[in-house]
């Protein structure tokens, strides 16, 4: 009968010697992340930083203007100040009213996108346009569109011979919802984009059971297409109130915030720059984001409980 070597063990390291070993390895995975963390904390948390605690200041714009701290003084100034709200107010009208419509918008031409077709690829490119263009001049060509005499939007109404003199920049009446769609023009690319991914990511023979078991389109669309897309739904909804909201440049060139089209970041912006009040305008922003915040939590956590229910 022959014997089998067998290898000896390792003798166990004491542990202490495994301690420190790991020990070596947590700090030496720490230390990957300092040269991605230096323009994080550089460039993203200082300024934010600063912005916060310039709320709490007096800064004024000067060369010789001397900043001292104030406490809660501008957020109690603010409290009183109406026009600020009124912005605010007319900015949430904006940002639910985009949002909404820019959602059933890009969904319609999602779904009409994800359909074999015939020009499915050129149709995709062309929805694509907008998001190549930047905000401005996205609103100068805009401008020139509406423009009340030589607008391309008043000569197609006049050749249908419907009122072909409307002023839909320079009046009360008009300027938000014009502002609207423009904003929902703009921001059809990206949303319309996402959705389609999300489409596509829905298995074909959901909707193939549904339709034997003789399921409708719009039984099929509310029962299967709207689940599977809910997440994708939720994310994209946030990150477009959120960017309707803080939206400037578009409004800026188009109205510069007026006839009822004062946003809060153009309130803010004029705040600042216009009157010197950094320290008050950087408490708007402060105000901004906490109230946004309080919006999106409530949103979130409805939506949770719901794919939860």
């Known amino acids: 009968m022959t014997a089998v070597a067998t290898r000896p063990e390792a003798p166990t390291p004491?542990?202490?010697?495994r301690r420190g070993r790991r020990g070596r390895t947590?700090?030496?995975a720490y230390l990957l992340f300092v040269p991605a963390m230096i323009p994080i904390l550089a460039f993203s948390v200082y300024p934010?930083?600063?912005?916060?605690?310039?709320?709490?200041?007096?800064?004024?714009?000067?060369?010789?203007?001397?900043?001292?701290?104030?406490g809660v003084d501008n957020y109690v100034r603010l409290l009183d100040y109406g026009l600020f709200w009124q912005s605010f107010g007319i900015g949430l009208?904006?940002?639910?009213?985009?949002?909404i419509i820019q959602f059933v918008a890009s969904l319609s031409l999602a779904l009409?996108?994800?359909?074999?077709?015939?020009?499915?690829?050129?149709?995709?490119?062309?929805?694509l346009i907008p998001w190549a263009m930047p905000p401005v001049i996205?609103?100068?060509?805009?401008?020139?569109?509406?423009?009340?005499?030589?607008?391309?939007?008043?000569g197609g109404l006049g050749a249908l011979g419907l009122p072909d003199d409307t002023n839909w920049l320079g009046t009360a009446q008009w300027a938000l919802p014009a502002v609207i769609v423009v904003g929902v023009w703009a921001g059809m690319?990206?949303?319309?984009?996402t959705l389609l991914a999300g489409l596509q990511g829905i298995d074909d023979q959901l909707h193939e059971a549904a339709q034997i078991d003789g399921a409708s389109v719009w039984q099929r669309f509310w029962s299967i297409t709207i689940p599977g897309l809910r997440p994708v739904i939720v994310a994209i909804t946030t990150l477009d109130f959120i960017n309707n909201f803080n939206s400037f440049a578009l409004v800026y060139v188009l109205t510069a915030g007026a006839y009822g089209t004062m946003l809060p970041m153009l309130f803010a912006y004029n705040e600042a720059?216009?009157?010197g009040n950094f320290g008050l305008a950087s408490a708007m922003g402060n105000v901004i984001v906490v109230v946004i915040a309080v919006f999106l939590f409530v949103y979130l956590r409805a939506q949770a409980k719901a794919r939860t229910a």
């Open 189 to 193: 690319p990206q949303t319309t984009i």
């Open 112 to 127: 009409l996108l994800n359909a074999n077709l015939w020009g499915q690829g050129i149709a995709r490119t062309i929805a």
């Open 14 to 17: 004491p542990r202490s010697q």
């Open 93 to 99: 009208i904006w940002a639910f009213s985009v949002t």
């Open 273 to 275: 720059f216009r009157y």
């Open 26 to 28: 947590e700090w030496s």
């Open 48 to 70: 934010l930083v600063q912005g916060i605690l310039l709320g709490f200041t007096d800064s004024q714009s000067g060369l010789n203007a001397v900043t001292t701290f104030t």
């Open 138 to 154: 996205i609103a100068i060509m805009w401008r020139f569109m509406l423009h009340p005499t030589y607008g391309a939007i008043n």
